[in-house]
């Protein structure tokens, strides 16, 4: 066992607590829910790691970054080089600290959670991060841009995988510009994840840590109305592109009364509070109406975001409607406590067929099924049955879809020779990203349906090694000259 | 950030601005539209492009002040700044020789269906062109409208100017002397119940109709659903899948449900902006 090897380092088995601000207080206010860890506690965390030389955490992370190695210089306090460290491989320390699944990825293979609970990498990681972002002074930003190789990149994109790529191509010197469709960047982190969970500013600090690189971002530029990709390539001298757009699109339930006044998708839920600031109505021009009783459908992390923005909105009663059981709920096990914690309600095995409104088309309620749980299916979970004769109704004054997003088909749309599968996503190798057209690259959601941060980003790297690799492979000619300018 | 080249007012609540923004110009179509956020703070709103120069790199977007953030754009001059606009959005108007075709412009209606209507006599058609508003005050583009269609209608509610009537009243005539077999196409743009009357008089006579539907929208891009609206009983997303849309197909009552949906805020919204400007929500500018 690794213990014994290591004979003189000391166990230390619980992990040190995230402080939280108190629930009671939290569920009225934005303000971010976990506090994070002080000087001492990050130096404490760090210091757990037995230093394996196998790191069987790195493996489990997405974009491999050097954990055994970055956790031994924030145990030293020197988080300077600790963030240094992450940041070779990861650009979004601030965000990747906050809402990475940690459990089911680098802490999931942690030596020390064999026996007692993993060293709590994420906090430590976000610590750093936040280290960083505070001193102001001393910016420790990667800002050598090395000599310009020449070629030009366009990425469609500004989420995780669309900045991630930027950064990659940026440092080897590829002159890169991403194109986003909303007037900021940064994809779900900014539209999607709540502030209370993802304070909008660490998101505008690590975008801007990626325009420090010599990205060039342009807002306002949704690519196949705007620009398409073709033009990109054949007009606009681009030498390749990377397609990270994600899913944005959000899926409907497909029955009656979707379309009542007081139905929201999650997104646009989420959209209006997070991207449009609607809980600053009316100093911000967006509002967002909310009724006392709100129901959310679905079971996972957007559906539990929905359900707590909800409460912070106004709502008296915030509850999440799952078709299966607790067990079965996709969400994040800590978002699923907080949200307990802060009083949304769970209705389990529990599913709408209908949506009721009044007499002026406003949603007053759904009528619903009871559910039992039947055999596992080919994913291996148990699907739900519906239970005969168990017809009620749930009151509700605003219903939340949150039963998944899907790709938004413009892309695929306006590109020649580009391949989807038969959900819209598109047909990406998985080694390289390459799609079905030469040049184009494609990572993220897009491909792999909705997922998360930390794989969107490692589809970002993959993309922009293999675009490295393609330019400096394809003798094209470099629209930049041979020093570039 | 965008410039405003030039500025228009066609009325005390309609007005237009000719924007700086090159790329849209150079890429948009008739039918399609922008969002735009006026400043950091702003809501983004959807507006039709009325018109556009690929030359100039200039797109106009006409407007009725209707709430706070039409209000703030009106307030704006030549030289100033909206700080987001995004476009070209949504399908553009499938526009092809196809004979005879009746455009219908209400109120500011007549800003989107310019440049459709130039469009069609470019490709060959035979462009009946009906415009009416309120009143006289409120009319804006005859002479635009004129040059581009082959004839050209006017109507205002109080008869103020040419004929006191309905757009519907010049269409219903219309039909029955060309003959509802000889139209190919009615188009149809401006205020909900007019599209509806309209849509209303030409299902009668089965000519297909088309309407260009102004759901409330966040995004603009295909993301949120806001804009959601049942169109022969499947939910379409306006900004992407529309504008343009069957008028005969659409939901008229859960449209208008819709979109009225957040009116409470909206005013509330507006009386804000106007006690803080130190207006009069009448629009007198405090005068009385
Ligand atoms: C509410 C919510 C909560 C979540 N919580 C978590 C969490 O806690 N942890 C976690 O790991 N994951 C979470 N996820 C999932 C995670 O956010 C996504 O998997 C990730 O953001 C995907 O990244 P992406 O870069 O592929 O796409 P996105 O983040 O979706 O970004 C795509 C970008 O492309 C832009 N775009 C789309 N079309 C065009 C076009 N035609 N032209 C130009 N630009 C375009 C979009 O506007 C957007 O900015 C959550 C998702 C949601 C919605
Ligand atoms: C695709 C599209 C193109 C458009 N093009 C134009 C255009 O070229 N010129 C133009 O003047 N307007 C256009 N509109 C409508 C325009 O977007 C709204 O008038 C604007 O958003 C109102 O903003 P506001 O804050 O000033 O008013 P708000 O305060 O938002 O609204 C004031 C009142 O009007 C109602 N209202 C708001 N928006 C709508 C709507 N879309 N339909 C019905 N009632 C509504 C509200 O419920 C409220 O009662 C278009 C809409 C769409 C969807
Ligand atoms: S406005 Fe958001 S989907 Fe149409």
Known sequence: ?485 | MYKIIEKQIFSEVTKLLSVYAPKIAKSCRPGQFVMIRIDEKGERIPLTIADFDPEKGTISLVFQEIGKSTQQLGALEQGEFIKDVAGPLGHPTHIFDSGTVILVGGGVGVAPIYPIAREFKKAGCNVIGIIGARNKELLFWEEKMSAACNSLYITTDDGSYVRKGFVTDVMKELIEEIGKENIALIMAIGPQPMMRACCNLSKGYEIRTLVSLNALMVDGTGMCGCCRVSVGGSTKFVCVDGPEFDGHQVDWLELYRRSTYFCDEEKSAKDIYNSEKGNHACGCGGIQ
């Open chain 1, 1 to 485: 066992m690794t213990e014994k090897k290591k004979t003189g380092i000391k166990i230390i088995p619980s992990k040190n607590p995230m402080p939280l601000q108190d629930h009671k207080l939290r569920a009225s206010n934005f303000d971010e829910v976990a506090l994070g860890y002080d000087y001492e506690t990050a130096v404490a965390e760090a210091s757990r790691c037995l230093q394996c030389k196998n790191a069987p955490c790195s493996r489990g992370c997405p974009v491999e970054i050097d954990i055994p190695e970055f956790l031994r210089l924030a145990a030293l306090g020197n988080f300077k080089a600790a963030i240094s460290k992450i940041k070779e491989k990861n650009t979004l320390p601030g965000v990747c600290g906050r809402v990475c699944p940690q459990e089911s990825q680098c802490e999931k293979d942690c030596t020390l959670g064999i026996k007692h609970q993993p060293v709590s990498i994420g906090r430590v990681e976000r610590f750093c991060a936040d280290f960083e972002l505070a001193d102001k002074e001393d910016k420790i930003t990667n800002k050598l841009i090395p000599p310009s190789s020449g070629y030009k990149v366009a990425i469609v994109g500004s989420g995780p995988a669309g900045l991630t790529c930027a950064a990659d191509l940026a440092k080897e010197g590829h002159r890169v510009t991403v194109f986003e469709a909303l007037h900021v960047a940064g994809g779900v982190l900014m539209y999607g994840i709540p502030e209370f969970r993802l304070p909008k500013g660490i998101v505008e600090a690590e975008v801007k840590n990626v325009v420090d690189l010599g990205v060039e971002i342009e807002l306002n530029s949704v690519v196949g109305r705007l620009v398409t990709i073709d033009q990109l390539l054949d007009e606009e001298g681009y030498n390749a592109v990377f397609i990270g757009t994600g899913a944005g699109l959000p899926y409907f339930m497909g029955i009656p009364g979707e379309n009542l006044c007081g139905v929201y998708s999650a997104n646009e839920f989420l959209t209006r509070t997070n991207l449009m600031k609607a809980y600053l109505f009316p100093q911000w021009d967006t509002p967002i109406k909310i009724g006392k009783r709100v129901v959310v459908l679905g079971g996972g992390n957007v559906a539990m975001d929905a359900a707590r923005t909800a409460l912070r909105l106004g709502a008296e009663e915030s509850i999440i409607v799952y078709r299966r059981s607790e067990k079965e709920l996709p969400a994040r096990a800590e978002e699923v406590e907080h949200a307990y914690e802060e009083g949304v309600k769970f209705y389990y095995l529990t599913n709408p067929v209908k949506l009721l409104g009044d007499e002026d088309g406003i949603v007053s309620g759904m009528e619903c099924l009871k559910y039992e749980l039947g055999e596992p299916d080919a994913t291996g979970r148990r699907s739900p049955i519906a239970v005969k004769g168990s017809e009620h109704i749930i009151e509700a004054d605003t219903i939340v879809v949150a039963i998944g997003q899907g790709p938004n088909e413009l892309v695929p749309m306006t590109t020649k020779g580009l391949e989807t599968n038969k959900k819209g996503n598109i047909i990406a190798d998985p080694e390289t990203g390459a799609t079905s057209r030469p040049g184009v690259f494609a990572g993220g959601d897009v491909v792999t349906g909705a997922a998360t941060v930390i794989l969107a980003m490692g589809a970002g790297k993959l993309g922009a090694k293999s675009i490295h690799e393609y330019l400096l492979n394809s003798k094209i000619d470099k629209p930049l000259g041979r020093e570039g300018n």
